[in-house]
């Protein structure tokens, strides 16, 4: 058994922005208009989610969800008691081949005032081989009570090889701060009992090590940002903003490289169909219909693409060009067009079948070539049915290139605003905002350093796209990862 103990200084949390995060989210719950024909958001109805039993949020009134996974699967939520004055309770349970769990919500409030939540659950597995072992239970507890003195939060996990348990609990120590005791332990249980503890002796230090500095960063963060919280607008839309410098082109090379685009795209020779790449016929991209590059040519790309991308000439003009493109399914859509300098994307990727009103994100990007000089080269937009977002990159000259100001707004829903301004000031969003900015600018200095010729640069960049796949890989912000070449049409990572 291993037991790890820290003890923290902390700000206390406002009690009324607890109360400010929660409201709207139980508002929002009990404004659901659901029936018998599924869940309505505007015009559109969610058959997949509907009232099978009772009234909206009364006891006794039972609601059936179909999981939108390729393995299918369905969630029936019961509600026990909905009294916002005095307790909240609702029992689920979750099946889907394989796969079964329960879970409940228990939550006591007074006078509309959360006072303690706790959470309980199973999961098992319903087939498979060794399936008595793939199962386990969770409780977890917040228990707020007054405000005199820090919640008492509380999680268990138990499995039959194992049991881990955290807890943090505290005191008030002076004003306006909680002298809170953060305690885990974990043991083995059954047959594996002796050698887990062997392995947690022998990783106890790295283990303490590792608990402690967590406990204490995340300490720093909260009396970083908390005892800020009742003056900040939690309904207000949030903004993260930096700048770096980067290297400079001249607008010369921008204009060859725009031009080397166009006449790489407009020197490509098809063979029986099949692009002619490397000196032989290639199936990554096809021409299945028309002439190149006339009117209604319809193109094949596959090879580089998770889902199969067709892509049709609408407009290829001396000062208009514009291509649409979707996937087989229809499930994504978009188009790019270009009038001299400027260029705009628009793209949509659809929600699965029965729950499109709720799984729809659109998209558009609007850039001037020209605009690295000064102005705004790129915005970015992204509508979701939660909310919005929006990335946008300015430009002045700099002493050694380019000063580039990324800026980020997000403006979720009314009602979830509160919830997401409290965990993004709570999670280190700032920092890592700024790393992907430098990451950004990293690759933007690469390329800019390794493209002498604009017009080799123009080549190479259509060839990666046709070929290995960077359109769908096309990110101003994110991290590289191993899979990034299989992304579906649009960018949009699931």
């Given at each position: 058994m291993v037991r790890l103990r820290r003890d923290v200084r902390l700000a206390v949390f406002p009690e009324e922005v607890l109360n400010d995060v929660v409201r709207p989210i139980l508002d929002a719950a009990e404004g659901l208009a659901i029936g018998g024909d599924g869940l309505h958001l505007g015009d559109a109805v969610i058959a997949k989610a509907r009232l099978v039993q009772g009234r909206h949020l009364v006891a006794g009134a039972r609601y059936r969800v179909e999981v939108p996974e390729v393995d299918g699967g369905v969630v029936e939520i019961v509600v026990e008691s909905w009294d916002r004055a005095r307790r909240i309770r609702l029992n689920g349970t979750f099946e889907m081949d394989g796969h079964a769990a329960t879970a409940a919500l228990h939550a006591d409030l007074t006078g509309r005032r959360i006072r303690a939540v706790r959470l309980t659950g199973e999961y098992r597995a319903t087939k498979g081989r060794l399936r008595f072992l793939r199962r386990g239970s969770w409780e977890a507890d917040a228990r707020f009570g007054d405000w005199t003195d820090a919640p008492t939060v509380s999680l268990r996990v138990l499995h039959r090889f194992g049991v881990a348990g955290a807890r943090v609990e505290g005191k008030?120590?002076?004003?306006?701060?909680?002298?809170?005791?953060?305690?885990?332990d974990a043991r083995g249980r059954g047959v594996l009992r002796p050698f887990a503890a062997l392995g947690l002796l022998i990783a106890r230090r790295k283990l303490r090590d590792g608990f402690a500095e967590g406990v204490d960063g995340f300490a720093a963060r909260w009396n970083e940002v908390v005892p800020r919280l009742d003056e900040r607008d939690l309904r207000a839309p949030l903004a993260a903003s930096h700048t770096v410098t980067v290297r400079a082109v001249e607008r010369e090379w921008i204009d060859g490289f725009v031009a080397g685009l166009r006449a790489a795209v407009e020197g490509f020779e098809f063979k029986r169909g099949r692009l002619v790449h490397d000196g032989a016929p290639t199936d990554d991209v096809r021409l299945v219909e028309g002439k190149h590059l006339a009117r209604g040519a319809r193109y094949r790309l596959s090879a580089a693409h998770r889902d199969q991308v067709e892509a049709t000439v609408a407009a290829w003009d001396t000062d208009r060009v514009r291509v649409e493109f979707r996937t087989d399914d229809g499930a994504r859509a978009g188009s790019f067009e270009s009038r001299g300098a400027s260029v705009r994307v628009e793209y949509v990727s659809r929600g699965p079948d029965g729950w499109e009103a709720l799984g729809d994100v659109t998209g558009e990007i609007d850039a001037d070539v020209?605009?690295?000089?000064?102005?705004?080269?790129?915005?970015?937009?992204?509508?979701?049915?939660?909310?919005?977002?929006?990335?946008?990159?300015?430009?002045?000259?700099?002493?050694?290139?380019?000063?580039?100001?990324?800026?980020?707004?997000?403006?979720?829903?009314?009602?979830?605003?509160?919830?997401?301004?409290v965990a993004i000031a709570l999670a280190p969003t700032e920092e890592a905002f700024r790393e992907l900015v430098a990451i950004a600018a990293g690759r933007w200095d690469r390329a800019v350093g390794e493209a002498v010729d604009p017009a080799g640069a123009a080549a190479e960049l259509l060839d990666a796209v046709l070929t290995r796949g960077l359109l769908e890989n096309f990110r101003l912000l994110g991290i590289p990862r191993e899979h990034h070449q299989e992304m579906p049409l649009g960018g949009m990572d699931p």
């Open positions: 008030a120590e002076r004003r306006g701060h909680w002298k809170a005791r953060t305690v885990v020209h605009g690295w000089t000064s102005g705004t080269p790129v915005t970015r937009r992204l509508a979701h049915v939660f909310g919005t977002e929006v990335l946008s990159l300015t430009c002045a000259p700099a002493e050694n290139g380019w000063a580039v100001t990324f800026t980020e707004t997000h403006a979720p829903l009314e009602w979830l605003r509160p919830l997401y301004s």
